[in-house]
């Protein structure tokens, strides 16, 4: 809508009036704020150059950046190659993360419970309703599982989180594909809906007997009880750095047009089942070349030095084979 | 009157018309300002409308009346279908609830402060009710979620639940499972947000009653009881009803508490232990994230509100118009 986009793009530029000139600026995700700000602060200790990073949530950066408000956009859900060229955008992603399923059960601890695509799709459905049902029981027989009611948490709020794991969902099962299917807000058939990540980890830690999804940073530092997958390949897989990025590398990026890789269900026996990238979206031939150059600068630096801190804030960094066809497609795509 | 206009005289030359006229002036630059502030109510209302029929234009091309009835609210289908019959629902009935506790609750602690109070009770018992009004409406969601949320669903459910299993309707409005989020939850936080607008004002209406009336009544013999109901309630009527309107307006349009208390579920279940959403919770949580024709719903939705919090007020006054009138005969 055109007002909101006015009243976004006012705030945007009063934001960056008051920095410098160089500034870089940049709106969208919310998922990769942590980690962008960081790194911005890194880099502008280390260069002078600051970057203005607003995190409006996907829908706004893809918003913004067709509005030509900003230097880049930022969207955890990926724009297929076709909107891409509609608009004259290059689009790649920039750092990964996981969304793990979390449980409050007594007496069971992390990593102990496991679940596959069909059994999950069930719950959110509202087909399986009892921790104790069959479904879930021949999949966990040595775990004792109480005979109450499953309390099912989603999102509320429309967001990257619920698009991947929807998009999960409808690669596993066909009844949710064909009954919900995938999106950033889906017409959840059951379940309570809490806003944003810490309203999930929140509403799981305080409700006994509930199921819900965060992202893994959110399971890992609230310590939340998170439960494996049971992955394409039919391996049962714990939520570690290793499968996240098992998943990202057994992607086949080199074949995607725009990167357009959604890194759910992805092959091999190791990956982690519901992986996401969240994307950089930029002009291919931007009014302001100057700012993009920097942005450009500013991202290679990040993928160059930012893999520790990535770490640190539980993200995943982009594996380095990634990385090397992003330079490519920079070179090849970025006009100067 | 004659010395008067003698003194005049002799202070000097005194134009007459001239000093009206000064008079005039300032009187037709206060009409105006005072006017122009009025209009401006009427514009500034005006522009909200329009912009809202703007945005929701897509969106009532798209669904027409249907947009009323129709329960799904799915935003990622393909077409979106869009339907404001869940939000709808949820805000009337956590509202009900909410006025069904805030009134006799407010009116009562109203009564209480201005006839049967002790003295040094009525500063402290008064600022409290204040106070209440003064707390953010996100520490009120958060209250609800903490400590509420959890006493409802572990205490206060099960035994609703147990007392109306099998009840025939009453059954079905408290039926399990027990949940945290639910439009129970929203109500009982809404009753208590509204609670200081319904008793700050009958207080202060309840104050106007003339001592006399209240002694004469007291000299023949009656008790408070019938004091507080024949003498003070039909005096301050008016009042009281401006004060429930208030609250009313405010328990309609809640946001924040709301959608961190009620469970944003857009389907309707007979239960009011289960989650529900209200239109504000909707447009609050899915706008940032929307765009094209969900947006276009969402802020069809929002007209929606306007729409019903103008009916739903309009309606109050018709019923106080009625009053009036039989009070009048």
């Not at chain 2, 006399?212 to 009281?240: D, F, H, M, N, Q």
């Amino acid at each position: 809508m055109n007002f909101i986009k006015t009243v976004v793009a006012a705030g945007l530029v009063a934001a960056s009036t008051s920095a410098f000139a160089a500034d870089i600026t940049g709106a969208g995700a919310t998922f990769p704020f942590p980690i962008y700000s960081k790194w911005a602060d890194a880099y502008k200790k280390e260069t002078g150059n600051g970057l203005n990073y607003q995190s409006i949530g996907s829908g706004g950066g893809i918003k913004q950046i067709q509005a030509k408000t900003v230097t880049f956009g930022a969207t955890d859900a990926p724009l297929k190659a076709e909107q891409l060229d509609k608009d004259g955008l290059a689009q790649w992603p920039m750092v990964m993360g996981a969304i793990v399923p979390v449980v409050n059960l007594e007496g069971v601890k992390p990593g102990e419970l496991v679940f596959d695509g069909e059994t999950l799709a069930g719950v959110y459905l509202g087909k399986i309703t009892k921790w104790d049902d069959a479904a879930i029981k021949k999949l966990n027989p040595n775990v004792k599982l109480p005979s109450e009611a499953i309390t099912v948490v989603r999102r509320s709020d429309g967001s990257g989180t619920t698009f991947n794991f929807t998009n999960y969902l409808s690669k596993a099962s066909a009844d949710w594909k064909s009954k919900v299917g995938e999106g950033t807000a889906v017409e959840w058939p059951v379940g309570v809906g809490a806003k944003g990540n810490e309203g999930v980890s929140g509403n799981i830690s305080q409700t006994k007997n509930s199921i819900g999804y965060v992202e893994y940073a959110y399971a890992k530092q609230n310590k939340l009880t998170y439960a494996g997958l049971v992955n394409k390949a039919g391996k049962p897989v714990q939520p570690t750095v290793e499968a996240f990025q098992a998943a990202a590398s057994n992607a086949d990026w080199s074949k995607a047009p725009g990167y357009y890789v959604i890194l759910t269900d992805q092959p091999g026996e190791k990956s982690w089942p519901i992986t996401a990238a969240t994307f950089i979206l930029m002009h291919k031939d931007a009014t302001d070349k100057a700012a993009s150059q920097e942005a450009i600068k500013f991202f290679r630096w990040a993928f160059k030095n930012g893999d520790k801190m990535a770490e640190d804030l539980d993200y995943i960094p982009m594996p380095d084979s990634v990385v090397q066809q992003i330079e490519k497609t920079w070179a090849a795509e970025i006009k100067s | 009157m004659a010395v008067q206009s003698d003194v005049i005289d002799d202070a000097g030359p005194y134009d007459r018309a001239k000093a009206l006229s000064a008079f005039k002036l300032g009187d037709v630059t206060f009409y105006w300002i005072t006017r122009l502030s009025a209009i401006s109510v009427l514009l500034i209302l005006g522009g909200i409308i329009l912009s809202l029929i703007v945005g929701a234009f897509p969106a009532i091309r798209e669904y027409g009346l249907s947009f009323l009835w129709t329960q799904r609210w799915a935003p990622s289908a393909d077409p979106p279908v869009l339907g404001a019959l869940g939000p709808m629902y949820g805000t009337l009935v956590t509202s009900f609830i909410a006025m069904l506790i805030a009134i006799p609750v407010g009116l009562g602690i109203a009564i209480f402060l201005t006839e049967l109070c002790p003295q040094w009770a009525r500063r402290p018992i008064g600022m409290a009710v204040e106070l209440l009004a003064g707390i953010p409406s996100i520490i009120y969601g958060m209250w609800g979620f903490f400590v509420l949320g959890p006493f409802l669903a572990n205490t206060f459910q099960p035994f609703m639940i147990k007392v109306f299993d099998g009840v025939p309707v009453l059954g079905a409005i408290f039926a399990g499972p027990p949940s945290y989020l639910s439009l129970f939850n929203a109500a009982l936080i809404l009753a208590i947000m509204v609670l200081p607008f319904i008793t700050s004002i009958s207080v202060d209406v309840f104050k106007t009653v003339p001592p006399v009336l209240k002694e004469a009544a007291y000299g023949v013999g009656c008790t408070t009881w019938e004091v507080v109901r024949s003498v003070v309630i039909p005096y301050t009527r008016v009042g009281i009803i401006g004060g429930v309107m208030l609250a009313l307006g405010r328990a309609l349009g809640e946001t924040m508490a709301v959608t961190f208390i009620i469970g944003n579920s857009f389907r309707i279940q007979s239960s009011i232990f289960a989650p529900g959403t209200t239109i504000s919770a909707a447009i609050a949580s899915e706008f940032a994230e929307s765009d094209g024709l969900h947006q276009s719903g969402l802020i069809l939705l929002g007209l929606l509100l306007f729409v019903l919090t103008f009916f739903v007020l309009a309606a109050a006054r018709l019923m106080l118009l009625r009053l009036e009138k039989k009070a009048g005969k």
